[in-house]
């Protein structure tokens, strides 16, 4: 029943990222100020890191009240999660540029109420980018898992593996 559930809530968390991964970069604060920097890969950075932060945090707060598990159940994770993706797709493409990485950083930690400091900031921001790598891997192993039992088995792996990625992160901050 679990395999279920876990195939139910990746296949939902793949669907959901391929809407909002066109979207994501449509989430520009709305503002007359003129930015620091000549791009507004900034702004756009922050913006995201604000919204990761949030889900992340909402994530962390029920990991915590379900015994530090994260439960594949809950649809509230789900929805939580895929928040947390679509907010960091944009890492995968600027983890290299510094610019991003510290707007990013900042929102994560405006938004994260303390959970994210400027002490962990770049270990999560790390760890962000490895979950959206994982991401991307069910994305891919979803559209073979469609018509065989193989597939399907690979694909409730790789959710796991997710899963388990998304776990340790959240794990990481019970030792505060």
Known sequence: MKKVLLVAAAAMLMTSCGMMQSNAGTNAPASTTTPTT????????????????????????????????????????????????????GLKANYKDQEYLKGFGKGL????????????????????V???KNSESVQQISGQAQNTATSVSQYANTASQYAGALSTLLSAFSQK
């Not at 604000?50 to 889900?55: E, I, L, P, S, V």
């Not at 029920?62 to 960091?88: E, F, P, R």
């Open 109 to 128: 930690i405006a938004s994260s109420l303390g959970l994210v400091t400027q002490n962990n900031v770049q270990t999560v921001t790390n760890s962000l």
């Open 38 to 89: 000549t791009t507004q890969a900034a702004p756009n950075a922050m913006n995201a890191g604000q919204g990761a932060g949030t889900a992340l945090l909402s994530l962390y707060n029920q990991y915590k009240a379900d015994g530090n598990k994260y439960d594949y159940s809950n649809m509230q994770n789900v929805l939580n999660t895929i928040a947390l993706i679509s907010n960091c797709q």
């Open 130 to 132: 490895d979950i959206v």
